[in-house]
């Protein structure tokens, strides 16, 4: 039953667009934090400039 509902959603409205995870060191402590974002797949490269 979870493989029809993966396949559904491959098939749909989100084939546009792509989740990106990016790595961001916090300034305050020196740690690194995960930021991660739905966007478009046209703009994932504009993300990682950033």
Known sequence: MA?????S?????GK????V???VKSEKS???T???SI???EEVKDF???
């Open 21 to 23: 995870i990016k790595m």
């Open 3 to 7: 493989k029809k509902a993966v396949a």
């Open 30 to 32: 020196g740690s690194y």
């Open 34 to 36: 995960f930021s991660e």
């Open 9 to 13: 959603l491959q098939k749909g409205a």
């Open 48 to 50: 990682f400039k950033k």
């Open 39 to 41: 966007v478009p797949n």
């Open 16 to 19: 546009g667009y792509a989740k």
